[in-house]
């Protein structure tokens, strides 16, 4: 067994908001210290062949270079609300499905499926409990949308309805880039398969800056106040020393990059 750490929810330039093509995406997150990505493409420019020839560049290029790229799927409700992130190897379900034919039919072909983002647009106001079963995750701690924080509310609703915590990049550009992980139990040599199998089985877990999400909130693990203020005093000089190089990097291998301006990251929406 090996712990390999994934980025999740990233946006390729199968998604109307993004320019950053697969294998730049693997150079960027594989300098940034990942193993492996959750890739999260729109539904509204999917169609059933632009889903296949995703999937068989996710295939061929995690098998040429060893960095683990899971296909996925952001689908969202009729009006925008509610994004559902959709990982693996799976059909595509069309464009603006229903949220709850959608959960049944992946949770039945085996996919990951998360509840996005709840601070945006108050997506949290639809989730509804009846969906966790069918559910495997839930962001809490989107760096697009949550910022520096994790999410209080995803927090608890992860803890209460026993859904993995995920913390998710939504990456459009390097502005969302940030040590946010999920940490996938694996077997040596293991494809995108295994990757979807484990987290469904809860073999995972998230990581912000090597800790636990909660350390970082307001949620019930994170309330007692004493924890929470030490891990700010902890976590605040490596923020800061994370965002400075951040800032610094560019798409060449780790501390080889001029400054270059971010391009990329201020997309209209995800
Ligand atoms: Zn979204
Ligand atoms: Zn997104």
């Given at each position: 067994m090996t712990t390999l750490r994934f980025a999740s929810h990233i946006h390729s330039i199968?998604?109307?908001d993004s320019t950053w093509t697969l294998p730049r995406l693997v150079r960027i997150l594989r300098g940034a210290g990942y193993d492996g990505a959750l890739v999260c493409d729109h539904d509204r420019t999917m169609t059933g062949r632009s889903w296949d020839r995703l999937r068989e560049e996710c295939a061929r290029l995690s098998a040429s270079t060893g960095f683990i790229l899971v296909p996925g799927v952001e689908y969202q409700d009729e009006d925008h609300v509610v994004h559902l992130p959709v990982f693996g190897d799976v059909p595509f379900y069309g464009r603006s499905p229903r949220i709850g034919t959608l959960l049944e039919a992946a949770a039945g072909d085996g996919a990951v499926t998360v509840f996005a983002h709840p601070a945006r647009r108050n997506a949290r106001d639809r989730f509804?409990?009846?969906w966790s079963p069918l559910?495997?995750?839930?962001?809490?701690?989107?760096?697009?949308?949550?910022?520096?924080r994790p999410n209080g509310w995803a927090l608890d609703a992860a803890a209460e309805h026993r859904l993995t915590g995920f913390v998710s990049?939504?990456?459009?550009?390097?502005?969302?880039?940030?040590?946010l992980a999920m940490l996938v139990d694996l077997p040596s040599g293991a494809d995108q398969r295994d990757v979807v199998s484990a987290m469904r089985e809860g073999r995972c877990r998230a990581s912000a800056l090597g800790l636990r999400p909660e350390r970082f909130g307001s949620g019930l693990l994170g309330a007692a106040g004493s924890t929470l203020e030490s891990t700010r005093r902890w976590a605040a000089p490596r923020l800061r020393r994370v965002e400075a190089a951040m800032r610094r990097r560019?798409?060449?291998?780790?501390?080889?990059g001029l400054p270059e301006a971010d391009t990329n990251g201020a997309s209209r929406h995800d």
């Open positions: 199968c998604s109307d509804d409990a009846g559910l495997t995750g839930i962001e809490v701690w989107s760096r697009k949308y949550d910022g520096l990049l939504d990456f459009h550009g390097r502005r969302q880039l940030y040590p560019n798409d060449g291998p780790p501390g080889a």
